[in-house]
């Protein structure tokens, strides 16, 4: 499908979105001629359905349990310290009155963070007509999903009384009414959250809709193939639903891209309206998108990269994808790079000594680690994807993505703590160390992530099917 | 399916992208046309108007984001306001925010919801599908054909116009053209 966006390639781009067809043909040839095909192996539309149905049709494989078991451990370790904090309190975190948010807020940013490159994939890319994104796009959208999913835990956990969460919401009660305060970053932080998650589920949603009927028809009979039945709503890829889906595709899509640069903006504002060295500074919006954007395609390569071994999808997810989301890290690195490199020359150049001290105290104080694991991680790692040989090896990229991951969760940690711990005043600062409940926390929801996509890899398509099929003679 | 129509089965998208123009073009009346994907140009070449979905997002997320800046507004100045170190009650660009993401909520979720109540989408739908494999490979026409009453010299029914429509499906490689109706090949295949 979207094609009525991605119609053709750069070279119709000029032409109004519904162009004829033999423009799209000439184009098409065209493109034959000066790249390569999307989908390797010269699949026919009936191949893709088989490839991509059969994972889903027969039983788990044990490097499925292998993966799943695990991941279901770390979850229920989680969950073990999720429950115990909750009975005994958050002081059993290893914050203090001077570090108030520390691997809470940390983890929150990181899986906020992540979940960007789902939207980008699914509605920025698709705004850009890029094509080979039909190949990521379903399993970068559940990406999002999960991650969402588990960022939200985090601030939720944190309140102590996490029954009471609805009281963030805006609702006539018998207090008053006393209403939510609409000024506060931390509300908007509420809407932002939640209007994400809903929007990337609908916009998911809705790209499954034509693949659970190819499921459907596919099974004939059974229960899985009557939940399929019942979730693909009687669609039957006619030509008017088709065109109205499209439509609506395109305005999603619209919808959602505005709304990923609104989101991780409104996490920024969290810090950037307050006035402490560190946070108070107009650069973070920006800076923390690009972060977003950054990390969260560095995991979608990690998990692309594991589902093309295991799942035997190489024509599907082809070096060429990999190199362009390498691409995508590389561009995002130099952009997160910059905004270092800018926010400590601001910071000296200021002449405000609070400014001042913050920076030098990052890359030189107590935690001057997590600052140069954070700079290794983020700024010099990404330099290898200079080289295409470099992007191409499964390896090379693998490691990569899983330092990024490392040195963008550092990123967070270095502004949230080390701002916190030197204040104004010597005579509020304090160290922070993490207890083992807050590293179970952590831990747990990793578990919690990965063993929701490796359900989503079991149970739904993991390609969108529709859409390849859509670009295959490209 | 109606005793009047009949389906092209085709197995490429240039295939039936041609076969519709030119079954326009000899004046015959394309029903539907079901395809495992969007083909591009394909709405065009049937003759469909473009939607106007693009107005339930546009009137609903715009009247949801004046309405929650309006509430914001209400509640922060009028219904309990709280002096914040002295900041304006009705401080306005605090509300944009808000504004904005209750607006994307708003526009999205109806857009959805009107493509499900226009495409007629449900939960639970019995599929009506003209081809088994129309979710699969395959693209298939459905072409509506007047009904002659009473006797012709093919035979009941069978006007010149089924003749037509047969012979461009043929033409443009259709690997089955039923001429009696949907049901039955439904079945065979």
Redesign the interface.
């Known amino acids: 499908?979207?094609?009525?966006a991605l119609?053709?390639s750069a070279s119709t781009a000029t032409t109004a979105p519904?162009?004829?067809?033999p423009t799209?043909?000439a184009s098409s040839a065209a493109n034959r001629s000066l790249r390569p095909p999307l989908i390797a192996g010269g699949k026919?539309?009936?191949e893709v359905?088989a490839d991509i149905c059969q994972p889903l049709e027969r039983r788990a494989t044990p490097l499925w349990w292998a993966a799943f078991l695990p991941s279901l451990a770390l979850l229920l370790v989680g969950v073990a310290a999720v429950t115990y904090q909750i009975r005994t309190g958050i002081g059993t975190w290893g914050l203090n009155k001077t570090v108030g948010w520390a691997f809470d807020i940390t983890n929150f940013v990181f899986w906020v963070g992540i979940g960007h490159a789902g939207t980008l994939i699914s509605a920025v890319l698709f705004l850009l007509r890029q094509r080979w994104r039909t190949s990521v796009n379903r399993a970068a959208e559940a990406m999002t999903l999960f991650a969402v999913m588990c960022a939200g835990l985090f601030p939720i956990i944190h309140m102590g009384r996490p029954w009471l969460a609805f009281w963030m919401l805006?609702y006539p009660n018998a207090r008053?009414?006393?209403?939510?305060?609409?000024?506060s970053?931390l509300?908007?932080d509420v809407?932002?959250v939640s209007?994400y998650f809903?929007?990337s589920l609908?916009?998911w949603y809705?790209g499954l809709?034509?693949d659970l009927?190819?499921l459907?028809?596919?099974l004939q009979k059974g229960f899985k193939q009557r939940l399929y039945?019942?979730?693909?709503?009687?669609?039957?890829?006619?030509?008017?639903?088709?065109?109205?889906?499209?439509?609506?595709y395109l305005?999603?899509a619209g919808?959602?891209t505005?709304?990923v640069l609104?989101v991780h903006s409104?996490v920024s504002?969290d810090f950037a309206t307050s006035v402490l060295p560190g946070w108070h500074t107009t650069i973070l919006p920006p800076y923390f998108v690009a972060g977003a954007i950054f990390s969260g395609m560095s995991m979608v390569l990690t998990l692309m990269i594991i589902a093309r071994v295991t799942m035997r999808l190489k024509a599907y997810l082809t070096d060429n994808h990999i190199d362009a989301m390498a691409k995508i890290v590389l561009v995002t690195s130099m952009m997160v790079g910059f905004a270092y490199a800018t926010e400590f020359f601001t910071a000296l150049y200021s002449g405000n000594e609070y400014e001042r001290f913050a920076f030098l105290n990052r890359a030189l104080g107590p935690f001057a680690w997590s600052y140069w694991i954070m700079v290794s991680c983020n700024v010099l790692t990404p330099q290898l994807f200079w080289w295409r040989r470099m992007r191409r090896s499964l390896p090379v990229v693998f490691v990569a993505s899983i330092l990024i991951n490392i040195g963008m969760w550092f990123e967070r940690f270095v502004i949230i703590v080390i701002s916190l711990s030197r204040d104004f005043l010597p005579s509020s600062w304090a160290g922070y160390t993490p207890t083992w409940i807050e590293i179970a926390t952590l831990v747990g929801s990793f578990g919690l992530f990965f063993t929701c996509f490796l359900l989503f890899c079991r149970f739904l398509p993991m390609i969108a099917m529709?859409?390849v099929?859509?670009v295959l003679?490209s | 399916m109606s005793s009047g129509s009949m389906i092209g089965v085709f197995t490429s998208q240039e295939d039936v992208l041609a076969a519709v123009r030119r079954l326009r073009h000899e004046g015959l009346v394309i029903a539907d046309v079901q395809t495992p994907y969007a083909v591009h140009g394909l709405d065009q070449a049937a003759g469909l108007r473009r939607t106007r979905l693009g107005w339930v997002t546009g009137i609903v997320g715009l009247s949801a984001a004046v309405a929650m800046l309006g509430f914001q507004t209400w509640v922060s100045a009028a219904a309990w306001p709280i002096n914040v170190g002295g900041k304006p009650f009705a401080s306005t660009p605090a509300f944009v925010p808000v504004m904005f993401e209750v607006g994307v909520l708003a526009g999205g979720l109806a857009t959805v919801l009107a493509l499900f109540v226009v495409c007629r989408l449900y939960p639970g739908k019995q599929p009506s599908l003209v081809h088994p494999r129309v979710t699969d490979d395959r693209f298939v026409v459905l072409i509506e054909v007047p009904v002659i009453k009473g006797p012709t010299i093919k035979g009941p029914g069978a006007g010149p116009d089924r003749a037509l429509a047969a012979s461009i499906c043929r033409a443009h490689n259709a690997i089955e053209v039923s001429t009696d109706g949907v049901e039955e090949v439904a079945d065979a295949a």
Request: charged share 15%; no cysteine; aromatic share 12%.
């Open positions: 499908m979207a094609d009525l119609a053709g519904i162009s004829t067809a799209s043909t026919t539309p009936s359905t805006p008053g009414s006393l209403w939510v305060n609409f000024r970053p509300l908007w809407f932002a209007v809903t929007i609908v916009f809705l809709v034509p009927a190819t459907r028809d596919r039945a019942f979730a693909s709503l009687g669609w039957n890829g006619s030509l008017k639903t088709w065109q109205r889906y499209e439509m609506v305005l999603l919808l959602a505005p709304l609104s409104i504002f529709a859409e099929k859509g003679s």
